[in-house]
């Protein structure tokens, strides 16, 4: 083991290889290493035609005439082309045998059903996009969107994409303060909301909070309003309209505007993990072929298939994998409304029965909660569709991981382990599901065109199996074009730490086979006694042991080892909390990954915080394990009250 303080060390050890199942590959597109190695090399040999020959999958009004412009860190693809998402994710299907295929299939929470054809969707967005227009939206204009899963906020991304109007999505859990800063940053004209939505049996009310929020926010013209739960609303006379009766009138002939390729398709807002949030900027025609190509390589997507990304579309993920990468491929979406939970822990495998689900993607967070609700919840359920499982959001443990691929993939289904991110606008890292042997934990390789690299402190490549920074030393086409408002920032941020490459801000390190194995965030690494240890990989070994559903892993200030290891873990059932299993749990990872990286101290917690996506909070449990109670800025976590639950676990 080294003891370098420069990098990061890597301690997870993990033998286990998948191979494609021989039926899946012989009828995937990508359906050998071979396949994949060539388009890898074509791609890095001559990266501007590769994407050229690429986006003629796309339809372009009118051909681009330079492929890339590049001056690091701003980047221009497809310069002089003119395009338009919605037109690709809709009027193309129209002409072919989708034209009256479903397109979405969407379940709210309380149960009832709403399927639309491509040709129906197509005549909503452009009903909708009347809308907008009637609302004095033109291309340029930011509209908010602040809404629950149903079919309308699909339905008003594209509507946006349509005339070129520039979404920004806020997640529907967030607070008022949140959708006034975003529409404020952004300086949105006009919101898209609805009365509420349904989770966890309850109503989850909307429009109040917008009420709150348009009381200061001067750019705000409108607010259209969706009926989604019934319950009362106010409705100021000359601001708020309802969506159902400004589209009875709207017509459905909206032509798609021909948009240049660098027109801003959507801002979307992340927090990280510090600091005020940002607005990535995403624009039309990369954004498009990286969200299409990525769709069809890494869930091989096909024809027949149902898809599921479990995803909300508040998040990036709902934005390229439940809207514009499937609808892009002519794909039928399955969305749904509430909770996974409700009104029981099997209402995730009711769905994918009732509904012929083969394509499920979710989050780390989620499978490790359905693996402490307990496997019986899947077993009673008939899952023969799934013919892949996709993860996405975090590390997944490879425990987490074999869970999944057995419990839910009935050890058939090849299982996706995608490595991006907000900032990435697609998939960058992941295998091809017809190709590429899987190891439980990692994401495997890069995609073609995607030139990741490991390196040091100093900026060299690391040698195999050494832990590092996770860089992407070329532009893509779906990459970020600026933070909004704010390029000094976007400069700084992502390219500025590597000089000449992009910094994702992840630790990760590469095995022997050139397979990439995420740590996560760089601020989560502890340092211990000279080691720079990866929390992650301390908690794949909590998860490791029967006992533990979920860990997570902070370092506490020690004089003697700089930092001192603290796990916070969750057991799953049937367990209960001792001393003797808190030794035990030391001396599994102790086991496991070596004395290094023994805990120094056990907490057992019936939950852990996390954001509203399901990313755990390790800063507020760095505070609480430092000093016993929090300070920072809580206002990103789902449920506060595990906060009062961490502090009480401490007597
Ligand atoms: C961060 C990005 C990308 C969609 C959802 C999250 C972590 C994401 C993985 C993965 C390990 C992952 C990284 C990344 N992350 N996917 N498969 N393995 N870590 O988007 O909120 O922008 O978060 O999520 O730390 O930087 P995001």
Known sequence: MSSSTQNIDSVLHEERVFPPPIDFAKRARISSMEDYENLRREAHDAPEAFWARMAEELHWFKKWDTVLKWEEPHAEWFVGG??????????????????????????????????????????????????????GAQAGDRVALYMPMIPELAIACLACARIGATHNVVFGGFSAEALRDRINDSGCKLVVTADGGFRRGSEIRLKPAVDEALQSTPTIEHCIVVKRTGSDVAMQQGRDEWWHELMQNSSSDCPAEELPSEHPLFILYTSGTTGKPKGILHTTGGYLLGTHLTTQWVFDIRDTDVYWCTADIGWVTGHSYVVYGPLSTGATVFMYEGAPNH?????????????????????????????????????????????????????INPEAWMWYRKVVGNERCPVVDTWWQTETGAIMIAPLPGATPTKPGSATLPLPGVEADVVSKAGESVEANAGGYLVIRRPWPSMLRTIWGDDERYRKGYWSEFPGAYFAGDGARRDREGYFWIMGRVDDVINTSGHRLSTMEIESALVSHEAVAEAAVVGRPDDLKGSAIVAFVTLEGQHAASDELREELRRHVAHEIGALARPDEIRFSDMLPKTRSGKIMRRLLREIATSGSVAGDVTTLEDISVLEKLRAEEE
């Open 343 to 395: 009104p029981d822990p099997s209402r995730f495998w009711k769905m994918i029965e009732r509904h012929g689900v083969n394509i499920f993607y979710t989050a780390p967070t989620a499978i490790r909660s359905f693996l402490k609700w307990g496997e019986e919840w899947v077993r009673k359920h008939d899952l023969s569709s799934l013919r892949l499982l996709g993860t996405v959001g975090e590390p």
């Open 82 to 135: 003119r395009v338009n998402v919605s037109y690709n994710c809709l009027d193309r299907h129209l002409e072919t045998h989708r034209r009256n295929k479903a397109a979405i299939i969407w379940e709210g929470e309380p149960g009832e059903t709403r399927t639309l054809t491509y040709a129906q969707l197509h005549a909503e967005v452009c009903r909708f996009a009347n809308v907008l227009k009637s609302l």
